[in-house]
């Protein structure tokens, strides 16, 4: 990736280091390291995701695969890397959620999906986790009197390596039929799925609480504001997330 970046843009400044968002310990590891190299941080992208996988997999700290990588990891990442974020004069946290979160639903009494386990249920749940947990954050930015703004970005269908990996788990099943079937024929490019993400992160009419998708029933094309579903501004469910959040991943992050 680093390689390609140069190709494309020789005068680039990279520094690549390893994070498993799956892994609280990876994820402490990489926090440390970035803020004795980079005491501010203009902007996070929080876009590590890990979709519909036909059998119930967990992370290294017993989470479910899905909702530890999705959300708890980049709760996680963003906590430990906010004192850099708020060192900048004006950051950005840009979180990748997904059209999914529109047939989410948080089960707080299973969030781990141990009783039942639903490949795309619990994908639902971790994208509509991902609005929640932005959306509660800019709440609290505010009222904390913070620098940092919080967005959420999706890239509508796009043909990236979520699918074809996802679809290799699937080995050779309907599912993985679909979703090859799909990116060959309907999904936009990688490029262009990345342009809701880069609108958010950069463009000066970007404020905190923004979603950006694809503009053509959000789906494909360039990015225009979009509207999550009610269920992702529930203030209930963002505080209660925002509490198991921070009890799961062991994190200190005191934002009132």
């Known amino acids: 990736a680093a390689d390609e970046v140069k190709r494309t843009a020789p005068q680039a400044r990279l520094d690549v280091r390893a994070l498993d968002l799956s892994s609280l310990s990876s994820i402490a590891n990489f926090a440390t390291q970035v803020r004795a190299s980079h005491p501010a941080i203009d902007v996070l992208v929080n876009n590590a ?3 519909a996988l036909p059998k119930r997999h967990t992370t290294a700290d017993g989470f479910e695969l899905q909702f530890g990588t999705n959300h708890l990891g980049h709760f996680a990442l963003t906590a430990q890397l906010f004192d850099a974020l708020e060192a900048a004069p004006a ?4 979180s990748v959620a997904s059209m999914a979160h529109v047939f989410g639903r948080m ?7 141990e009783r039942h386990y639903s490949s795309w249920g619990a994908y639902g749940q971790s994208k509509l986790a991902n609005l929640l ?3 509660e954050l800019e709440k609290r930015l505010r009222a904390a009197g913070k620098k ?3 967005l959420n970005a999706h890239p509508g269908y796009s043909a990236t390596n979520l699918q074809s990996t996802s679809a290799r788990f699937m080995s050779r099943g309907l599912d993985s039929f679909f979703m090859d079937l799909g990116a060959m024929t309907i999904a936009q490019s990688a490029a262009m799925g990345a342009l809701p993400s880069l609108y958010a992160a950069t463009m000066p009419d970007a404020v905190g ?3 950006f998708g694809p503009a053509y029933f959000e789906m494909r094309g360039p990015p225009k504001r979009v ?3 009610a269920k992702a501004r529930n203030a209930d469910d963002a505080q209660r997330l925002w509490n198991v959040s921070l009890e799961l ?3 200190r992050w005191s934002l009132p």
């Open 49 to 51: 995701g890990v979709m």
């Open 91 to 94: 950051a950005r946290v840009v």
């Open 107 to 113: 089960d707080f009494d299973d969030l781990m999906e």
């Open 133 to 135: 947990f932005v959306f």
């Open 148 to 150: 940092t703004q919080a």
């Open 209 to 211: 609480g923004d979603y």
């Open 227 to 229: 509207q999550a579903r």
């Open 249 to 251: 991943t062991r994190v």
